[in-house]
């Protein structure tokens, strides 16, 4: 029987791909009982609509007979110029539309070419804890070494230089770093992305900022790439799907130095052939969108940021209540490990699924840092939330 590649055995179907039989599970439980359906506040899959612009230039584009062919793999012209407009308009950074930016297939996709691109196996990636899964994914599928630096409340949730500069960082070729960051909610300031270029460039380290979360519940949106020096030493990833409600379009980007976006699309021009020639028009409509779009965007999260505290009050997790991005992250009270080794946090995830049918995430997800906390998502609507707290209370009463 034909084995697989030993450079899979350290890493595991996604959790929200695992977690989906058992909450398949719940809502057939629930349903046989005549209860109400599951609530899934689980993942960031934002619900809303993108803009009517567009959904338009996407059906006009689609009509075409000559937009369904193969594409250029750079991708258009056009789309990097309007990835290039955005950014200077909302971050204040000029980039190179000739060769700093390379649409991608969702942002996601770029955290593997990266660790495929620049790190040879058994090389070393400074990764957060808690922080997004796929930062250790797919340095352990590059045949890499994870290395954890902490993200603590304490430091509210920003990185420890003083830790870093005593980790053993020979070796080390990239540092992932994301702000507003997932899951905690912490923003990131000019101060922090200056003091990552210059840690960067004083170990010869290339830091990638993973940016998608930065026009959601943030006064203005931030870039590494406008701190003094970024250019020699970082790239940043960014999205269409949290900040035009596009998850499902799979419209990202990476950008920096040409030199540096050069490298990643030789590995990417193996993997695929372009996007879709309408979705690229259609992201250049939504890159078009006024800062009124972005107002109502993040009216909307507030009062479900608002609907989401007052879960968290019942439950009596504490947490903050000015973060940024798609969740809300809190301390389980009286965190003491459960029997069999189940993280506090997910000992109270489980027992809202099972008790109330509630599903939110268990911080353990996201690291050793996380196993104290739970995340509640923002992608449901106000009353779909309220209802969650409705059966919460019944629990607590």
Not at 129 to 147: I, K, N
Not at 305 to 330: C, M, N, P, Q, S
Request: aromatic share 10%; glycine share 10%; hydrophobic share 35%.
């Amino acid at each position: 029987m034909t084995t697989s590649a030993d450079r899979t055995k350290g890493v595991q179907e996604y959790y929200f791909s695992r977690k989906q039989k058992d909450l398949d599970a719940v809502s057939a439980d629930r349903a046989s009982k005549g209860e109400g359906p599951l609530i899934n506040l689980g993942i960031g899959a934002p619900d809303g609509m993108p803009p009517q612009s567009a959904i338009d230039a996407l059906c006009q584009a689609a009509r075409q007979p000559g937009n369904h062919v193969y594409q250029n793999y750079k991708g258009l012209l056009a789309l990097r110029q309007a990835f290039a407009g955005w950014y200077r308009r909302y971050y204040g950074v000029e980039l190179n539309p000739e060769g700093g930016i390379q649409p991608l297939v969702g942002s996601k996709e770029g955290i593997l070419l990266v660790s495929l691109t620049f790190v040879n196996p058994g090389e070393k990636i400074l990764v957060p804890d808690p922080g997004y899964p796929t930062y250790v994914s797919s340095a352990r599928l590059a045949g890499a070494e994870p290395v954890f630096y902490d993200l603590k409340p304490e430091n509210g949730w920003l990185p420890d230089f003083d830790q870093l500069e005593s980790l053993d960082l020979s070796g080390v070729k990239v540092m992932w770093t994301n702000y507003p960051n997932m899951p905690t909610g912490a923003k990131a300031t000019p101060e922090l992305y200056q003091r990552l270029v210059d840690f960067g460039k004083k170990h010869n380290i290339l830091i990638v900022n993973d940016n998608p979360y930065s026009f959601i519940l943030t006064d203005k949106p931030l870039s590494i790439l406008a701190a003094k020096g970024a250019s020699d030493c970082c790239l940043e990833l960014n999205s269409l799907s949290k900040s035009h409600n596009m998850s499902g379009w799979r419209v990202g980007m990476v950008a920096g130095d040409p030199s540096l976006v050069k490298e990643v699309l030789k590995v990417k021009s193996q993997m695929d052939s372009g996007q879709f020639k309408a979705t690229q028009l259609a992201a250049i409509a939504a890159l078009g969108e006024g800062p009124d779009w972005f107002v109502k965007l993040n009216e909307e999260y507030r009062h479900r940021r608002d609907a989401a505290g007052k879960i968290f009050d019942l439950l009596g997790v504490e947490y903050g209540k000015d973060t940024a991005g798609l969740f809300l992250w809190g301390r389980v009270p009286q965190p003491e490990r459960q029997e069999g080794g189940i993280t506090p946090g997910e000992a109270l995830s489980e027992k809202i699924l099972h008790s109330a049918g509630v599903f939110i995430t268990p911080g353990f997800v996201f690291g050793k840092n996380g196993e104290e906390y739970v995340r509640i998502s923002l992608c449901a609507p106000v009353d779909r939330l309220k209802e969650a707290g409705r059966r919460i209370a019944q629990l607590t009463r």
